[in-house]
């Protein structure tokens, strides 16, 4: 599609403000606005590199995606110390960075959610409400093929430390994803509580059930329906149980930190 700076920087501003988002739950379901995505991308053919300063630091990159700036009114808590937000991400009041992290474009971080330190968060990414994504995780981004639904984390997930969810991975509400849990579009999940693997959703997508709470696991090598002999094992997260009090109680942060 055809797309005018006017119409891009228009967009931009809709994306920043929480007017307009790269993917939304219709009746149950998470679609992708193709336009919006297509959109972002025109963005890079309209620019061009320009030399950049932000504080200290000097950067080269496109005209049209420089380092976004916050105001008090916004109501973001930014805490000093090397993050970037990028044109174009959405960052909702009372939402947290602390140092350092880098959000992309596109992305929407909503209410009461807090990207810890050394946390990304990939172009489109929808991050819900009341969410910790702790230290060093990634949340991987999609912005290309256009018609592609984005890495999705619902409202009152708690994603532990040094994990990795990413290809339009859908973590749902209130699931528990714990430290150094890494998921994929490839990635199977056995759910040890119904004794079986999790099936992709008709979209062909990997979705971590709400309330799921899910820890790394391995499963065996089986060749001709038998394990290997060296016992040598592949990487699979597990869902060992669901959110219960006892849950709670061990993600639980305090208003204070807010």
Same mark, same amino acid.
């Not at 599609?1 to 307009?20: H, P, Q, R, Y």
């Given at each position: 599609?055809?797309?005018?700076?006017?119409?891009?920087?228009?967009?931009?501003?809709?994306?920043?403000?929480?007017?307009?988002?790269?993917?939304?739950?219709?009746?149950?379901?998470?679609?992708?606005?193709?336009?919006?995505?297509?959109?972002?991308?025109?963005?890079?053919?309209?620019?061009?590199?320009?030399?950049?300063?932000?504080?200290?630091?000097?950067?080269?990159?496109?005209?049209?995606?420089?380092?976004?700036?916050?105001?008090?009114?916004? %109501?973001?808590?930014?805490?000093?110390? +090397? #993050?970037?937000?990028?044109? /174009? =991400?959405?960052? &909702?009041? $009372?939402? !947290?960075?602390?140092?350092?992290?880098?959000?992309?474009?596109?992305?929407?971080?909503?209410?009461?959610?807090?990207?810890?330190?050394?946390?990304?968060?990939?172009?489109?990414?929808?991050?819900?409400?009341?969410?910790?994504?702790?230290?060093?995780?990634?949340?991987?981004?999609?912005?290309?093929?256009?018609?592609?639904?984005?890495?999705?984390?619902?409202?009152?997930?708690?994603?532990? %430390?040094?994990?990795?969810?990413?290809? +339009? #991975?859908?973590?749902?509400? /209130? =699931?528990?994803? &714990?430290? $150094?849990? !890494?998921?994929?579009?490839?990635?199977?999940?056995?759910?040890?509580?119904?004794?079986?693997?999790?099936?992709?959703?008709?979209?062909?997508?990997?979705?971590?059930?709400?309330?799921?709470?899910?820890?790394?696991?391995?499963?065996?090598?089986?060749?001709?329906?038998?394990?290997?002999?060296?016992?040598?094992?592949?990487?699979?997260?597990?869902?060992?149980?669901?959110?219960?009090?006892?849950?709670?109680?061990?993600?639980?942060?305090?208003?204070?930190?807010?």
């Amino acid at each position: 599609m055809e797309v005018s700076a006017d119409i891009f920087n228009k967009t931009i501003a809709a994306l920043e403000k929480g007017e307009l988002r790269v993917a939304e739950k219709v009746n149950g379901k998470w679609k992708v606005n193709r336009e919006v995505k297509e959109i972002i991308l025109a963005g890079f053919r309209l620019g061009e590199i320009a030399e950049m300063t932000e504080g200290q630091f000097t950067f080269f990159d496109k005209d049209t995606f420089p380092v976004r700036r916050f105001k008090k009114a916004d %109501g973001v808590r930014i805490v000093p110390g +090397g #993050t970037s937000i990028r044109r /174009g =991400a959405y960052l &909702a009041p $009372g939402s !947290i960075v602390m140092p350092p992290a880098y959000v992309n474009v596109g992305a929407y971080v909503d209410e009461g959610t807090m990207v810890d330190s050394h946390v990304t968060i990939g172009s489109c990414a929808q991050v819900g409400k009341h969410i910790h994504i702790s230290a060093s995780t990634q949340i991987g981004g999609v912005l290309e093929p256009a018609g592609a639904l984005p890495t999705i984390i619902e409202d009152g997930a708690f994603i532990g %430390g040094n994990c990795g969810i990413y290809e +339009g #991975t859908i973590v749902e509400e /209130g =699931a528990v994803i &714990a430290s $150094g849990v !890494i998921i994929t579009s490839s990635t199977p999940i056995f759910d040890a509580t119904k004794n079986e693997f999790i099936r992709r959703n008709e979209d062909g997508r990997i979705v971590v059930p709400a309330g799921a709470v899910v820890v790394s696991g391995s499963k065996p090598i089986v060749r001709d329906g038998k394990p290997l002999e060296n016992g040598v094992h592949l990487y699979c997260p597990v869902i060992v149980k669901y959110r219960d009090s006892k849950t709670e109680g061990s993600i639980h942060l305090e208003d204070m930190l807010r």
